[in-house]
């Protein structure tokens, strides 16, 4: 998922919703199994390393550390079974490689996860298993709340069948500003008010 600004006006307010972190962004995780706790918030700071690969490359990624910067990410397990898990998670904070970070420090791997991901969980998906399918921001000119939502990836739907799990629902457009609110946005929505605080 993508938000493009296409004035200079729309462009300056969509960049301080993301420094604001006013933006909500949730994600599908098809994962090697469930984080032993179904539904909460992961709290750990997240330092930006960078891995020689070999004479010539280096690549980026990050680690759980002490010296790192705050990360926060909110995650509810939608369904699991012996083969997998899937999982939606809401980064409060927008740490490199946060989602994946955090999930594989709960035992949670995104499967076909290069970088943080066992061998098992690499070769299980032929791509990173890992889909922003929902974006809600504020229009930039009008002020009104602007949800946007995409279906689960055509290309995932057969390793979730192979995982025995099913495929989540988009829900639609929907109202965004709702006391009813439940899981990763409303976890997350009390997490930023507790750093707040």
Known sequence: MLAVALTRVAYDGLR???????????????????????EGVIKKPIEEVLKRKDRYTSVRSSRISPGGKPAVT???VLEESDLGALIEARPVTGRLHQIRVHLASVGATVLGDGLYGSNRA?????????HAHRIVIEHPRTGEPVD???AF???LRG????LDLHRPETGGQRQ?????????????RDTVGEQEA
């Open 74 to 76: 909110a995650y509810r």
């Open 16 to 38: 301080a919703q993301f420094e604001q972190r006013t933006v909500k962004k949730f994600y599908w995780a098809v994962c090697v199994k469930a984080p032993r706790v179904r």
């Open 122 to 130: 690499r070769g299980i998906s032929s791509r990173l298993a890992l």
């Open 176 to 188: 965004v500003d709702r006391d009813s609110d439940q899981g990763p946005d409303q976890i997350a």
């Open 159 to 162: 390793l979730l069948k192979r």
């Open 148 to 150: 946007t939502r995409s």
């Open 153 to 155: 990836p055509r290309d």
